[in-house]
């Protein structure tokens, strides 16, 4: 499989803890933006393509196929969409998007120096 695994060494860590590989999953290039589009709604390789501004083809086919492996992601009748445990991991990060709208607020207020 071409996609961190619980268990097996991944970037940055040799422990094989299952977070670990979660982390070295959704740092990569593009996957946390494919993620958060599609938590928005399903849509077609072209369609999440052009909400991801920027992103190759190449990139864009590989993430996928990532994210499908990871069981993140399924094809549906609308295109790609999350499949449980991928709407379960974007809930689980709504906090932190959350937590950053008061971060960038209290850095935004801060005094100029």
């Not at 589009?37 to 393509?49: K, N």
């Not at 492996?69 to 906090?95: D, H």
Request: charged content about 25%.
């Amino acid at each position: 499989m071409s996609f961190p695994q619980p268990g097996d060494p991944v970037r940055g860590s040799a422990s094989g803890k299952p977070v670990m590989a979660l982390l070295d999953l959704i740092g990569r290039r593009w996957t946390l933006r494919v993620l958060w589009e599609l938590h928005q709604a399903p849509a077609s390789f072209r369609e999440l393509q052009a909400r991801c501004e920027g992103v190759s083809p190449s990139v864009l086919n590989t993430r996928l196929g990532e994210l499908r492996e990871a069981q993140l992601l399924e094809n549906g009748e609308r295109g790609y969409q999350l499949s449980s445990l991928g709407l379960e991991l974007v809930q689980r990060c709504l906090p932190l998007a959350i937590w950053a709208e008061d971060w960038a607020a209290q850095l935004s207020a801060r005094p100029e120096k």
